[in-house]
């Protein structure tokens, strides 16, 4: 402090008060957990470098920690695969199951951000119960762009980083290596979409309702989005 005070001679003593206080006080959506909230190719895991770049948090995707489990074959991974292939929600106890765990790693203690969990009012539940969250960014889009940024989807598997053949075109260099996930199809999707609005969509109230939850317009470019998910953070 004193090393602070001796720092700050000569400055306007209003500029000395905004640094400490900002200094004592982090911001307040950046405290605890961040989820991230919206339908299937909305845009969550795009957005999701950004906001682990201005937080430093880990990013967990429930979604991502599954189809490894199914691509090594293990009990959990043979439990999903049928669900996720149908575009349909994994069961809550397997996913409350697998964050209770994630959760215990050393990086999460200062919260984390969640890509695509919860799903359900059980799982809000249950991580309220576990973990304090203190933002939740809905990312908001309406159907009718979904399944083309659905369809158009493609991932680099060796950066895990996301491409759209329209939207957002991976370089030349590149292009040969990149998948497309298996439930990336038209009619996979609009079970997905379904999934959303019947057991998903509810949570945006029941979010709203705790002061927690951050409108975005999903609707504009990727920069775009990010730039307002950025502000609101910051601000
Ligand atoms: P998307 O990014 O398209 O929304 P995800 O990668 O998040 O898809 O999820 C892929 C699939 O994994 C989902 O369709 C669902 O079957 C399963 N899944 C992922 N997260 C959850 C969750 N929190 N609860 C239930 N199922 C989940
Ligand atoms: P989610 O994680 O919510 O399922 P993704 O981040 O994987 O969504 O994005 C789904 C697809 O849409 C990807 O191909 C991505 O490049 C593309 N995409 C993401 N954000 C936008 C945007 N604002 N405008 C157009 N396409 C987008």
Redesign the pocket.
């Known amino acids: 402090m004193a090393i602070l005070r001796s720092s700050m001679v000569g400055t306007k003593p209003t500029l000395v008060w905004v640094c400490l206080i900002t200094m004592t006080f982090p911001r307040r959506r950046m405290n605890g957990s961040i989820v991230l909230f ?5 845009g ?2 795009t957005q999701a470098t950004r906001i682990v770049d201005l937080t430093s948090k880990p990013q967990v ?7 490894q489990a199914v691509s090594l074959g293990s009990e959990l991974g043979l439990a ?1 695969k049928v ?2 292939e ?7 106890e ?2 409350i199951g697998l ?1 209770a765990e994630r959760l215990k790693g050393n990086d999460a203690s200062g919260g984390v951000l969640f ?6 009012i059980a ?1 809000a539940e249950e991580l309220a119960s576990i973990a304090e969250v203190s933002a939740v960014i809905s990312i908001e889009v309406p159907d009718q762009s979904i399944i083309e940024r ?1 369809v158009g ?1 493609r991932m680099d598997p060796e950066t895990g980083a996301i491409y759209h053949t329209k939207f957002n075109p991976a370089p030349e260099s590149i292009s040969g290596r990149l998948i497309q ?1 298996k ?2 199809n038209e009619s ?2 609009r079970t ?1 979409l379904s ?2 609005h019947e057991q998903t969509s509810p949570l945006a109230g029941w979010y709203e309702n705790q002061g927690l939850l951050i409108r975005i317009n999903g609707d504009q470019s990727i920069e775009d989005v990010g730039d307002e998910i950025i502000s609101h953070l910051s601000s």
């Not at 919206?38 to 909305?42: E, I, S, T």
């Not at 995707?61 to 189809?67: I, N, Q, V």
């Not at 890509?115 to 359900?120: E, I």
Request: aromatic share 6%.
């Open positions: 919206g339908p299937p190719g909305a969550k895991g995707s429930t979604g991502d920690m599954l189809r999903a669900f996720m149908a575009g349909e929600l994994v069961p809550d397997v996913i964050i890509d695509g969990y919860p799903r359900t799982q659905i989807r996930r439930d990336d996979t999707v997905r999934a959303y």
